[in-house]
């Protein structure tokens, strides 16, 4: 079993065109990123979020036109708790790149990115419904596997596997 | 007035709600409601070990079991650092597209039946009955086979499974022929699906349509082609595009790869390697039967692994397959144990679904439900 060690220093990742735009319109966003088992990760500002995925949508060399998901982890009891998780496609250039935003527990909140990518509509229900992260801006955020009148957030680490009824 | 297309209802393909805001025959709103079928499969996945979210990832796009298992199967693949033996890739392409067939006979039989055309149902489901019966020689189930493993496939096929299914390619292609006899050229089902529930490129690409779906509207992407995995770069298929983005495109297309998915088990019979059929690596993947039975150490890794798990290298990995929907993806995310920490799969039909409120919305109601049909939504997947 060989595994090429993770490259996880954004020096040597820097070279990357997504992280070359993202780090030209605003050096804050990229907090970092990551190399690992063929596949790029880059660790995005919180309130950056959604210029950034429509920066690197419109971006002429390697347009990232298609949502593939956007989901969630949660690292209880580690902080920052959430690490929300869009997967981009590029279908031109056939790339696929990973997008991370850390959130605390205090109040995970985040900017929707429906206005980028219509498809993230029923993607951030689902991660609002499962982990309790609001998305502002979003067209219907409401829950959509659980019941309207669930309490609680199932998918978290502190809910447990049988459920409370 | 408001109608409520409810979960149990003969033309949802599933406990699918839809609710309908109607004004005549014409649909003014519609909003589709989902949940019906959550079963928190993601939240069980992390109370189990790897190989024992096998069989829960078969369950959850119940029309295509193996596609299931192979993308689960190649992200913690990816995650090991596995390499897997030549014949257990062809094997799983072979399987592979036996499922596509087996999922697009389920679409096209039931489609057609919403429309109306009732014949076609029985005469798809009598070619997925022989399909089946191959399914069970070599894995011992019908449906759910759980036949890809971490590693590998789970057992070698019988003896003459491979003449088996060079009987049922040769036989298949007249039966495709069949269907389009009857649906094709046939006036009242163009009527019905035929300009019906448009949808453009760019409207698809933005509300996450993929596979079939999306190349009914004239985006020429596959998964397999463009970003291939488990040996698909040595198959040669023709992947098919339609311009027109209704019903009828999205039918040609599903049709046209019918033809395709039969040829390719065609390929891989040719080119079957021999050797091995589970990757080498004693500490993740089973021993054989007969070794476990003799030697000490095949019986302590297998003691091993089934009581304590194999442990995976922290790191996360997204896999996307072409499925008979469209991009199947497993997110695994792994934190250096036995368990996986989170298994997130994304499903084709829950971006699919997106896709109703434009193509139904000005329409009239009978519309919908061939709308409904031609996205070929498979509830267990998007409600998981």
């Known amino acids: ?165 | 007035m408001i109608l409520n297309m409810g979960p149990q209802h003969p033309s949802t393909h599933g406990v699918l709600r839809v609710l309908l805001e109607i004004d005549g025959e014409t649909v003014v709103r519609i909003m589709p409601d989902i949940g019906y079928l959550h079963t928190g499969i993601e939240k069980i996945c992390e109370a189990k070990f790897y190989q024992q979210v096998v069989p829960l990832t078969d369950r959850i796009d119940y029309l295509c079991p193996m596609t299931n298992n192979l993308c689960y199967a190649l992200a913690v693949e990816k995650l090991l650092g596995l390499e897997i033996p030549p014949k257990a890739q062809w094997l799983r392409v072979l399987m592979n597209e036996l499922t596509r067939i087996n999922s697009h006979l389920v679409w096209l039989g039931t489609h057609a039946m919403d429309i109306g055309a009732l014949t076609v149902f029985l005469y798809c489901f009598r070619e997925r009955e022989d399909i089946l019966r191959l399914f069970e020689a070599v894995s011992g189930q019908r449906m759910m086979t759980s036949y890809f493993r971490i590693g590998g496939v789970a057992l070698e096929p019988p003896l003459g499974f491979f003449d088996r299914v060079r009987e049922f390619a040769n036989r298949f292609p007249s039966k495709v022929d069949e269907y389009e006899n009857l649906l094709t050229g046939n006036p009242i089902w163009t009527m019905r699906t035929k300009g019906v529930a448009r949808i453009t490129a760019e409207d698809a690409i933005a509300l996450g349509a993929s596979g079939p779906t999306l190349r009914g509207s004239g985006v020429d992407f596959d998964l397999r082609r463009d970003m291939p995995y488990s040996g698909y770069e040595n198959f040669k298929f023709k992947v098919p595009v339609a311009q027109e983005g209704d019903v009828f495109a999205r039918y040609v297309c599903r049709v046209q790869e019918l033809r395709e998915s039969i040829a390719m088990v065609q390929q891989a019979l040719d080119g079957m390697p021999e050797g091995a059929i589970k990757a080498d690596a004693p500490k993740v993947v089973l021993p054989d039967r007969e070794k476990m039975k003799t030697q000490m150490e095949a019986l302590i890794y297998h003691f091993k692994i089934i009581t304590e798990g194999f442990a995976v290298p922290a790191g996360e990995v997204y896999q996307a397959v072409e499925s008979p929907r469209g991009e199947m993806g497993y997110y695994v995310v792994s934190d250096g144990t036995a368990k996986p920490y989170r298994v997130h799969m994304r499903a084709a039909c829950l971006a699919n679904l997106q896709l109703l409120p434009k193509m139904c919305e000005g329409r009239l109601i009978a519309d919908v439900v061939a709308a409904i049909g031609s996205i070929d939504i498979v509830l267990g997947e998007i409600d998981r």
Request: charged share 30%; aromatic share 12%; net charge negative.
């Open chain 1, 1 to 165: 079993m060989t595994l090429a060690p993770a490259i996880v220093d954004l020096e040597q990742l820097k070279e990357h065109p997504a992280i070359v735009r993202l780090r030209g319109w605003n050096p804050n966003a990229v907090e970092g990123a990551k190399f690992d088992r063929d596949e790029m990760s880059i660790y995005i500002e919180r309130s950056a979020i959604r210029e950034a995925c429509a920066l690197l949508r419109d971006d002429p060399g390697c347009p990232f036109n298609y949502l593939s998901d956007v989901t969630c982890v949660d690292w209880y009891p580690s902080e920052p708790r959430f690490e929300v998780i869009y997967h981009l496609l590029s279908i031109p250039k056939k790339e696929r790149v990973r997008l991370k935003v850390r959130l605390d527990n205090d109040s995970p909140a985040l900017e929707s990115v429906t206005s980028v990518w219509p498809s993230a509509n029923y993607f951030e229900r689902e991660v609002f419904d499962l982990f309790g992260i609001r998305f502002s801006g979003h067209p219907y955020l409401r829950r959509i596997q659980m019941p309207e009148n669930w309490e609680g957030h199932p998918l978290r680490k502190d809910y447990p596997v049988e459920g409370y009824r």
